[in-house]
């Protein structure tokens, strides 16, 4: 840092960097300068002026959002002309505001009544008739009420820098302006609804969440999305056992204050009225609800026989279970019921690039490189389709530090918009090969590949980036919140946990699928058979354990209900390796946790595979699986903990065949997207170019 | 048609064409010295020429009265970026009509005026930022621009001199927060027309964020005589802090009503009495409004003053766009604050609170007041409300909008105590209160 610049305020002498907002500088040193429209990581506006404070030697009050700091400068925040100033400012604001706070979902948790509280006067002098507007509905998700807006453009700031949509603009002028669509009378858009978080007040509500409860009225229980691998954390504001919104205004997740539509509103699926809620049995070709305790009971008898009888027995992991429930699962399976085929759905090459780093340290890239990398290069990918946090880092690391973005992809992502260079190839080897001048100028670069890159490409792709002579760092993007746990925890018929080789190799999921010999296929959270795909195996014994009656489970013997991860504990890992913790949020009656069910399944047995309770299996994760030894209070204050780099030499490659991305958008979630209302009440994912 | 033929007390120069035959045309210019001086600046060297204008004293007429030379010289002579010129022919302010006139009768000084800019800060492109509501002065422009390329006064190579300039003309959509310099730029820019966070100013960072002169059509219009004459000449026209002539609108409660040219410092009731033929017959002076609507308003005692910068600060007014408004005895000052907010409610661009609803809410107060229901306490509240906005808002309309209406509030007080609603206000009862059953 430059010389540091020596500045009072209110008395206090601070310090603060050459450049530094005053506004900013007060907040460093513990003094907050009201504001509306000022809001940090976007642009400034000046518009409210809440923040006007005195200055010594200026002959007017000055915005603290706006001047930079300077030598000697005195600056009193709570001079009388300055407050003042704000409580006149907050009248004018009120005088065509509606003020039906005690109905508005903003209520309690408004940044307008704070302020109004502290600032404002206690009656009103305006006494004319208020400048009323219809309440307006955008899109299923977004709904503005022009009346309690009071212009501090967040929300046209968030959509256009952060989502980089440009969905809103303003039209009208003077007290008539109002915040609209750009585009018609409806929102195209992302639908993330950060607008709606960003509003300071009640102007833009959720059709989610409005009207529904008071904040008040709600417990706020931050856990993790279940929806794609980039793993944000979410706080669900849940009341009477429901959950009725969430949001990230805590932003202590890696993702900040980001969600995307998944993460806030896609969790209306819980309440499907198709959610399974009893356990069933087949019998005489029909499944038919029976008690937890029978089908458990039918489970362990079936598996026990088989398992007596040397019968091959099949088991597919989830990509949505807890590590906890994958290692369980896999430990169980392996030494209770002493089958090596393990697999799960595989949607990234990850083993491969753990393979091709043996021996670099500082080679995975995390969520938060993504934002101070000086150049980022994605290979195959749809960032803002499919990994919509990721994507939202990438645009902040231009927008701040004018990183330089490669896009190496077959059709046009938006990521496009802001890159350096865009290369539209199915030969993405080739079109990165092509950019290695351009990436080479840079001091640090981080490659992002999807499923395109697998195999022995993987390793190409890191020779590549051996080449440039610059520290590189790789995310191997999968598909789900926990597919990058199945994997670390040794779904995998060739790998067990931390990708050390299987005593036993096993058959993978189309191979258990395809052998005449399979006497039982155990699917815990996924969905094999989809589509009405058949076992070669007409006498296998099928157990499934799911929220919904998928496919698979339309063919199974045994239906378990299980749990969402709303309604559980344990741990995730998300695609840049980051653990975080899930909390509880709710129960829903008549499902439990994969976790408690394999346990049941376990003492039924009579198999001893450790404790089935998910601070025991953590530790065990963390003694044994390569990578997880991570400090255990990070996690239990919500943090995210970093895996350590786990690479090293893989000797036993898993097939890159069987690695496919399911290729979801913003607007899909394999299958749980489906039974999200929400979701599916949204136009199509718009297309990946806004602007233009 | 010319321009009426000039008052024999007018001091002619930027206006001297516009009562000739055919005065838009470039051969009435070309016959009347037009061109010399850009023929002249394209010798200079850009520093001769800004210290030129420098010398002159030359203030910019839009409104703000910043000296000219020295915005010029703001500019960053190094920076690789393009430079513009900005020409603001805006000319919304109430009361103000000149930069239509000299658009009509002299398109091409106004050109030349722009040529000689851009050789002095070394820009080769420029817009003429033109209200949209001037729709015929934009067929004059693009005409008179189109003389001048034939000509090569515009274009590549400029009279064989190598330097090439080209200017055209850009419409506002109608409204006066356009002539705002930072408005105007983004309005230029395709964007909606509200103002910039300043600094940067636009001389450093101006139009697509480069380095921009933007000023008054007049100010441009000063610039060609004071090359061929010399700064120290036009100064000498002037005052001691603001050199040469400025044309006065002088419209309102008097008998010729029009624009006339004086040198700064002219007497003001000159300008009404002689010039402008006096107030009509047994009318008497009630108010004047000095320089543009955002001008605080004078009574007729504070009028006997010189037309300058300085005399007009110290009466509590401001020289502002040259747009004088005369009131005489008949003026109900209460319409006239009305009229005025009226006018910057309907403009106030929306960005910023104390603008956006202040305007709006003393509208409804006036409203009431000029409808003859309003309470005693409306009065000080308009006042009040007026001072909350005034040297808080983001851009200098707020201002605008609240000098005037404290000036009218403060200076004809009795004509609101006169127009109250008349009744009976029971002890204890808030007056507010009282004002809904009216
Ligand atoms: C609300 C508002 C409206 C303005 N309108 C005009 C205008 O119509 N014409 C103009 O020349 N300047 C106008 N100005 C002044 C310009 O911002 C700017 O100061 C001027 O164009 C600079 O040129 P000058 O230095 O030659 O006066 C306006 C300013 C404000 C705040
Ligand atoms: S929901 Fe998201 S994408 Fe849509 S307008 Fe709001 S911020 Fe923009
Ligand atoms: S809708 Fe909300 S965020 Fe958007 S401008 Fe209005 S108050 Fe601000
Ligand atoms: S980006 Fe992924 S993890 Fe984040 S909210 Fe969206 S779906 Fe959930
Ligand atoms: S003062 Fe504020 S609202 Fe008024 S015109 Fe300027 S920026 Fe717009
Ligand atoms: S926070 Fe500074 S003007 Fe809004």
């Known amino acids: ?692 | 048609m010319p321009y009426n033929k000039p008052h024999p007390a007018e001091t002619i120069i930027i206006s001297r064409r516009f009562h000739l035959p055919n005065s838009a045309s470039i051969d009435t210019f070309l016959a009347h010295d037009g061109y010399k001086a850009a023929r002249k600046a394209l010798d200079m060297s850009q520093d001769d020429i800004i210290n030129e204008v420098k010398k002159s004293n030359l203030r910019g007429r839009g409104g703000a009265g910043f000296p000219t030379g020295m915005k010029w010289g703001f500019v960053p002579r190094q920076s690789p970026k393009p430079k513009y010129i900005v020409v603001n022919a805006d000319e919304s302010e109430p009361g103000t009509c000149k930069d239509r006139l000299l658009m009509e009768f002299d398109p091409h000084r106004l050109i030349e005026g722009c040529l000689i800019a851009a050789k002095a800060v070394g820009a080769h492109q420029g817009w003429v930022y033109i209200r949209g509501e001037y729709r015929y002065l934009i067929d004059i422009m693009d005409k008179a621009i189109a003389e001048a390329y034939k000509a090569n006064w515009l274009g590549k190579n400029v009279q064989g001199t190598g330097f090439d300039f080209d200017l055209s003309t850009h419409t506002g959509a109608g409204a006066y927060e356009c002539g705002e310099e930072s408005a105007l730029l983004e309005s230029l820019e395709g964007k909606r027309g509200q103002p910039r966070i300043r600094p940067p100013f636009p001389a450093v960072s101006g139009a697509f964020q480069c380095p921009t002169i933007l000023n008054n059509v007049e100010t441009f219009c000063a610039v060609p005589d004071i090359i061929l004459n010399g700064g120290d000449w036009y100064a000498s026209l002037g005052v001691p802090r603001a050199g040469g002539t400025r044309l006065l609108c002088i419209s309102g409660h008097v008998q010729s009503p029009g624009v006339f040219e004086v040198p700064i410092g002219f007497p003001m009731m000159r300008a009404i009495n002689e010039m402008a033929g006096g107030l009509r017959p047994g009318r008497k002076l009630k108010a004047v409004i000095p320089g543009g609507s955002s001008c605080p308003v004078l009574k007729a005692d504070e009028c006997d003053l010189p037309m300058d910068y300085d005399s007009l600060a110290k009466a509590g007014s401001m020289l502002g766009s040259g747009g004088m408004v005369i009131m005489d005895d008949s003026t109900d000052m209460v319409k006239a604050a009305l009229r005025i907010i009226k006018f910057y409610q309907h403009e106030s661009c929306g960005w910023c609170i104390p603008c956006r609803e202040g305007t709006l809410w003393l509208k409804k107060i006036l409203t009431r007041l000029d409808d003859g229901i309003g309470v005693r306490s409306d009065i000080d509240l308009v006042g009040e409300l007026a001072e909350n906005m005034l040297g808080r808002t983001f851009c200098p309309l707020g201002d605008a909008a609240a000098l005037p209406t404290i000036s009218i509030v403060k200076k004809f007080r009795a004509e609101f105590e006169a127009r109250l609603a008349q009744v009976q206000v029971p002890a204890g009862v808030s007056e507010s209160l009282v004002r809904i059953h009216v």
């Open chain 1, 1 to 692: 840092m430059s010389n540091p610049v020596n500045l009072t305020i209110d008395g206090k002498a601070v310090q603060a960097a050459p450049g530094t907002l005053l506004i900013d500088a007060a907040k460093q040193s513990g003094i907050l300068i009201p504001a509306f429209c000022y809001y940090e990581g976007y642009s400034l506006q000046a518009a409210c002026r809440m923040c006007l404070v005195e200055v010594e030697k200026f002959p007017k009050l000055q915005a603290a959002c706006t001047l930079p700091v300077a030598e000697g400068m005195v600056v009193r925040t709570e001079a009388a002309s300055a407050v003042q100033a704000r409580k006149t400012t907050l009248e004018f604001l009120l005088t065509n505001h509606p003020l039906d706070c005690p109905v508005c979902d903003k209520g309690g948790e408004c940044e307008l009544q704070d302020m109004v509280f502290r600032y404002g006067a206690g009656e009103s002098r305006f006494t004319e008739v208020k400048h009323h507007v219809d309440e307006k509905q955008w899109s299923p998700v977004v709904y503005y009420d022009a009346p309690r807006c009071i212009l501090c453009y967040r929300c046209v700031r968030v959509c256009d820098e952060g989502m980089g949509v440009t969905a809103l603009g303003i039209t009208h002028r003077g007290a008539y302006s109002e915040i609209t669509p750009n585009k018609g009378d409806h929102l195209n858009c992302d639908q993330c609804g950060a607008c709606i978080d960003i509003c300071p007040v009640g102007a833009l509500t959720s059709g989610i969440y409005r009207y529904q409860t008071r904040p008040w009225e709600m417990e706020h229980v931050g856990t993790i999305c279940t929806h794609c691998s980039d793993g944000c954390k979410t706080t669900l504001g849940v009341r009477n056992n429901e959950i009725v919104r969430g949001n990230n205004r805590d932003s202590t997740g890696i993702n900040g204050e980001f969600l995307c539509i998944k993460g806030r509103y896609a969790f209306d699926f819980i309440k499907h009225e198709d959610r399974l809620q009893s356990p069933m049995v087949r019998r005489n070709g029909k499944l038919e609800e029976v008690s937890w305790a029978e089908a458990v009971k039918a489970v362990a008898a079936r598996f026990a026989e088989i398992k007596a009888a040397g019968g091959a027995i099949g088991v597919a992991g989830s990509v949505h279970s807890t590590n906890e429930e994958s290692y369980f699962l896999q430990k169980f399976a392996r030494q209770g019921l002493g089958t090596p085929h393990i697999d799960h759905a595989r949607s990234g090459d990850v083993p491969a690039l753990i393979h091709a780093l043996a021996g670099k340290t500082d080679a995975l890239a995390t969520a938060d490189s993504l934002y101070h990398a000086k150049a980022v290069l994605v290979v195959d990918a749809d960032l803002s389709q499919q990994h919509p946090f990721l994507a939202f880092q990438v645009r902040a690391n231009v927008r701040h530090h004018q990183a330089a973005v490669y896009t190496v992809t077959r059709g046009p992502v938006r990521e496009e918009q802001t890159a350096a260079k865009a290369v539209h190839t199915a030969d993405y080897l080739a079109g990165v090969r092509g950019l290695g001048e351009d990436l080479k100028k840079h001091a640090d670069l981080v490659i992002v590949f999807g499923d395109g890159i697998k195999g022995a490409a993987v390793g190409e792709l890191v020779a590549f980036g051996d080449s440039l002579g610059i520290p590189v760092r790789y995310v191997c993007l999968v598909d789900y919140s926990n597919s990058r746990g199945a994997m670390d925890m040794g779904l995998l018929p060739e790998l067990g946990p931390g990708y050390h080789p299987a005593a036993v190799r096993g058959m993978s999921l189309p191979q258990m699928a395809a052998s005449q010999d399979l006497a039982a296929l155990w699917v815990v959270g996924a969905d094999p058979l989809a589509g009405g795909k058949r076992l070669a195996s007409g006498k296998a014994f099928v157990v499934v354990q799911d929220l919904f009656l998928t496919d698979t489970a339309k063919q199974a013997d045994v239906v378990l209900p299980s749990a969402s991860a709303y309604e559980k504990s344990g741990t995730v890992t998300n695609v840049t390796g980051q653990i975080q913790r899930l909390k509880k949020g709710l129960n829903i009656m008549g499902a439990k946790p994969d976790l408690e069910i394999f346990g049941l399944i376990a003492r039924a047995m009579g198999v001893d595979a450790g404790r089935a309770q998910n601070e025991a299996v953590f530790e065990e994760i963390r003694k044994s699986v390569r990578g997880y030894n991570v400090p255990l209070p990070v996690l239990a204050t919500g943090g995210a903990a970093q895996a350590q780099p786990v690479n090293g030499r893989v000797d036993v490659l898993p097939d890159p065949e069987l690695v496919r991305s399911a290729g979801d958008t913003l607007f899909t979630s394999g299958s749980l997207g489906r039974y999200s209302k929400i979701l599916g009440s949204v136009m199509e994912a718009p297309g990946a170019l806004y602007k233009g």
